[in-house]
Structure formats: structure tokens, C-alpha cells
């Protein structure tokens, strides 16, 4: 039921909205626009200076009007972007469990599946920074998130690593059990100090 207010108070913005940008938009035969018109008939008679003051109220209805469908279309993108994050984390999560799985227990054949989780990464590694590279060059999303449209910035790379980090450490750890037990050794006073 909610949804369906905001839904009906979307559409009469809209509607409020569209009307106020056409009626705005059109010149009169000399080609003096309606903005002009205003600040001429702001200096005229007190009367004029009432139409004046019902245009910027009228003005200030239109912004507000703008900035509610702004913020409904906001959290509708911000949600999808919530949901694309949570996916790649999953998809790190499950890869860092899919090399924990081939440690613990010896499946066969090793090298084949070895292989095949180095493809995996690479693949994944790409996939996400083909997405997050499309979702940083994007306007609209740039005008959300204050960034210069068209450009990766420090974000994009910092999104990359923190994805990256995790599941590169996690195979270079499966692949060398040395390294894995030096940073076992750098966990195990920890582990020891929260029991």
C-alpha cells in the first residue's frame, strides 16, 4: 500500500513536473521568455509583483517536486547497486570456500582442478572489473556518487583490490602451503588471545 502512494505521488510530480518544463520552455511572439517576463513584471505594479511571488512559489514547488522523483529513482539505483555488491562478495566468498574444500580434502585430479580455479579467478577478476569499470563511467552514476563521469578513480581500483585480495591470497596460500603456514603463524596469537 505504501508503494502505491508513493507510486500516485511519483506520477502527479511527474505530471506537475512536465507541465511546469513545457510552460517554462515556451516563448511568446517576441521571443521574451517567461523567466524575463517575471523579472519585467517583478519591477512594475504591485499586482505584477504578486504573479511574481505565485511563480516563485510555483518554482519552489517545482523543485521540490523534482527532487522527490530524483530520490525515489536514487534508491531504486542504490538498491541494485547494494544488490551487485552483495553478489560479488558471495562470489569472492565462494571461490575463498572452493580453495578451502580442495585443501582439506585431496580431490582428484589436483593439477586439473588447480587449473581451472586459476581460470575461475581470472575470470571473476574480469567479470567485476568490467562491471564496476561500466558502473563508474555511467553519468547518472557519477552525478550520484559526486565523481567525474567517464573517468576510474582511486574508488574504482580500491573496489577492485578488496575484491582481488582476498580469493588471490587464498590461492597463492593453496599453492604454496609455506606461505599459508606463515600467515597461520601471524593468525595463531590472535586466535589464541579470543579463546
Known amino acids: 500500500a505504501l508503494q502505491e502512494k508513493f507510486a500516485q505521488a511519483d506520477l502527479?510530480?511527474?505530471?506537475?513536473?512536465?507541465?511546469?518544463?513545457?510552460?517554462a520552455t515556451t516563448l511568446d511572439q517576441d521571443g521574451v521568455s517567461r523567466v524575463a517576463q517575471i523579472i519585467h513584471a517583478f519591477r512594475e505594479t504591485a499586482a505584477q509583483r504578486q504573479n511574481a511571488k505565485a511563480e516563485e512559489t510555483k518554482g519552489a514547488q517545482l523543485d521540490a517536486c523534482e527532487q522527490f522523483i530524483a530520490l525515489r529513482y536514487t534508491?531504486?539505483?542504490?538498491?541494485?547497486?547494494?544488490?551487485?555488491r552483495n553478489l560479488v562478495i558471495a562470489m569472492g566468498g565462494l571461490y575463498?570456500?572452493?580453495?578451502?574444500?580442495?585443501?582439506?580434502?585431496?580431490?582428484?585430479?589436483?593439477?586439473?582442478?588447480?587449473?581451472?580455479?586459476?581460470?575461475?579467478?581470472v575470470f571473476l577478476a574480469g567479470a567485476v572489473g568490467f562491471v564496476y569499470?561500466?558502473?563508474?563511467?555511467?553519468?547518472?552514476?557519477s552525478h550520484i556518487t559526486e565523481t567525474q563521469p567517464g573517468r576510474l578513480g582511486g574508488d574504482f581500483w580500491l573496489r577492485i583490490a578488496s575484491f582481488i585480495a582476498l580469493p588471490a591470497l587464498s590461492l597463492v596460500t593453496s599453492q604454496f602451503p609455506e606461505i599459508g603456514g606463515v600467515f597461520s603463524s601471524w593468525l595463531e596469537p590472535a586466535i589464541n588471545a579470543l579463546k
Not at 502527479?12 to 510552460?23: G, I
Not at 569499470?133 to 552514476?141: E, G, P
Open 133 to 141: 569499470a561500466q558502473m563508474h563511467r555511467d553519468t547518472t552514476l
Open 12 to 23: 502527479h510530480a511527474l505530471v506537475f513536473t512536465a507541465a511546469a518544463r513545457s510552460q
Open 96 to 121: 575463498v570456500f572452493f580453495l578451502l574444500a580442495l585443501s582439506i580434502y585431496p580431490f582428484q585430479p589436483q593439477l586439473s582442478i588447480r587449473l581451472w580455479l586459476i581460470a575461475l579467478m
Open 75 to 84: 534508491t531504486f539505483i542504490l538498491a541494485v547497486i547494494i544488490r551487485v
